[in-house]
């Protein structure tokens, strides 16, 4: 017999190998009987770590609770398809609500991810789920955001419009939070997505001061509407109401001082107004200036 065999048959005791010149066979029922103690010790050693795992996952409710006050868990998204893929994903799964704050001016938002973003809104609002956006007011001017607005609304979503907005952001059940990159070189459309319980409940928090701040959509359009001044002579007095001589203005605006003149002397005449001076005592106290 060669070495290997007896060293195998010594392993599980059916042989008694300790002399090299006499290998001696031994009960295999008592062979047997060892091996099974040591099965069942081996076996009794991995229940034992079994339950160690499950009081383990029974630590997560302290964890869950310890973790509002850590670190925010974020995720970076380097890319606008990274992001678009992400957004999608967590939207299909959503159960309750959408919300979204586009705080920038037409043109300057990618209108590739301005449309895909307006498509998942009213997908979400087809399953029944409620949606709220916030746009730019200056958006009430813009053709194409007008169109989208007015099909979520006629979707069942609910949109506002104003000024001096926080930072764009995407909420989705009140759990997942997607903000601009402002930690890293990117893409211009990367981002992070974010799940921390206080990071979240925050932005909502912002979110729902900037909706209670901002006016419903029809309204601000009819606002618009009935407006005495233009959005160009609006931007002509808010320029003068920051101290800027007629001059500036235009340079600002990239008006001539003669088109800068000839708007105001149009609303001068509209109010019936004497000068420059009554027409900005009367926008001081217009409601107008919170239009766009």
Avoid at 194 to 212: G, H, P
Avoid at 236 to 250: M, S, T
């Amino acid at each position: 017999m060669d070495d290997g065999a007896v060293a195998r048959l010594a392993q599980l005791g059916l042989v008694d190998a300790s002399r090299p010149e006499r290998v001696v066979a031994l009960d295999p029922r008592l062979a047997a009987r060892q091996l099974r103690a040591q099965e069942r010790a081996a076996i009794q050693q991995s229940l034992d770590r079994m339950n160690s795992i499950e009081q383990m996952e029974g630590l997560a409710e302290r964890y869950d609770l310890q973790r509002v006050y850590g670190d925010v868990p974020s995720e970076y998204l380097p890319s606008k398809d990274g992001m678009n893929s992400r957004i999608g994903q967590i939207m299909a799964a959503a159960t309750s609500e959408l919300l979204t704050l586009q705080p920038g001016k037409p043109g300057t938002r990618d209108p590739e991810v301005q449309r895909a973003g307006v498509e998942k809104a009213r997908a979400f609002l087809a399953r029944g789920l409620r949606v709220r956006t916030i746009y730019n007011a200056v958006t009430l001017h813009h053709q194409q955001t007008t169109e989208y607005v007015e099909a979520m609304l006629a979707d069942g979503g609910r949109v506002r419009v104003g000024s001096a907005l926080p930072p764009r952001m995407v909420i989705v059940d009140r759990q997942h939070l997607f903000l601009d990159n402002h930690v890293l070189e990117g893409e211009p459309n990367s981002g992070w997505h974010v799940v921390d319980k206080a990071a979240v409940a925050w932005a909502v928090s912002v979110y729902e001061m900037a909706w209670s701040a901002c006016t419903p959509w029809e309204r601000a359009q009819r606002a618009v509407r009935d407006a005495v001044t233009t959005a160009r002579q609006r931007a002509i007095l808010r320029q003068l109401e920051a101290g800027d001589l007629v001059e500036a203005v235009g340079t600002a605006l990239h008006m001539s001082t003669r088109v800068v003149n000839k708007e105001l002397q149009a609303l001068r005449t509209a109010l019936s107004l004497p000068s420059t001076f009554a027409l900005m005592a009367w926008w001081g106290g217009s409601a107008e200036r919170g239009l766009p």
